[in-house]
């Protein structure tokens, strides 16, 4: 038996798809604002809690500098989560799904459902005052392949999880 390993040329390769995402929910911008604005006010409140008493003439000034950068820090917070929610979206395939994420860092998961073994959706206290959840996607690959999309409404997590059950149950059958 001779083993043979030839290259394939990159320009041979398949054309991938231009794949069409569907976009989170509009409350899920909504519940973002909201999730990390409590974060940050929080830990800007235990920041400025640790900041030593200021016992000088000048103390409004480091107050409006504590203030104006906490604004300036909100604001530029408001704006990466609006471009993150602008870039994030799902697809589901035949044979997979596909999520796309970030920024400044853009990430495109794709996990076959060959791959899948359970499917949950799970809700926190904001999400669910939005009516969100957040469906988790484990597979076989273990917690580095696992898809979570978070910003998806309750009724359509539903649909998708007993479509991802029903296609993986029909793979196995095969």
């Known amino acids: ?8 040329p990159v320009p041979d390769l398949p054309q991938v798809e231009v794949v069409s995402f569907q976009s989170l929910a ?3 911008l909504k519940e973002r604002y909201w999730g990390n604005g409590l974060l940050f006010s929080i830990a800007f409140l ?6 030593p008493p200021v016992f000088s003439a000048w ?23 609006l471009k993150q929610y602008e870039v994030e979206g799902y697809a589901l395939r035949q ?17 076959p459902y060959a791959r899948v073994q359970h499917v949950e959706i799970t809700q926190g206290p904001i999400a669910k005052q939005f009516g969100l959840s957040t469906i988790r ?13 978070s910003g998806i409404e309750l009724d359509e997590a539903r649909r998708i999880e007993s479509f991802i059950v029903h296609k993986v149950e029909v793979d196995d059958a095969s």
Do not use: K
């Not at 235990?46 to 900041?51: A, D, E, W």
């Open 95 to 111: 044979r997979d799904i596909i999520h796309q994420h970030g920024y400044w860092w853009r990430s495109q998961t794709t996990v």
């Open 59 to 81: 103390w409004w000034l480091w107050i409006l500098i504590i203030l104006a950068t906490g604004f300036g820090l909100g604001y530029f917070l408001r704006w990466l989560i």
């Open 137 to 149: 996607i484990y597979t076989a690959g273990g917690s580095s392949s696992d898809l979570n999309i």
């Open 46 to 51: 235990l920041l400025l809690s640790t900041l």
């Open 1 to 8: 038996m001779i083993f043979e390993n030839q290259q394939i």
């Open 26 to 28: 509009p409350a899920a």
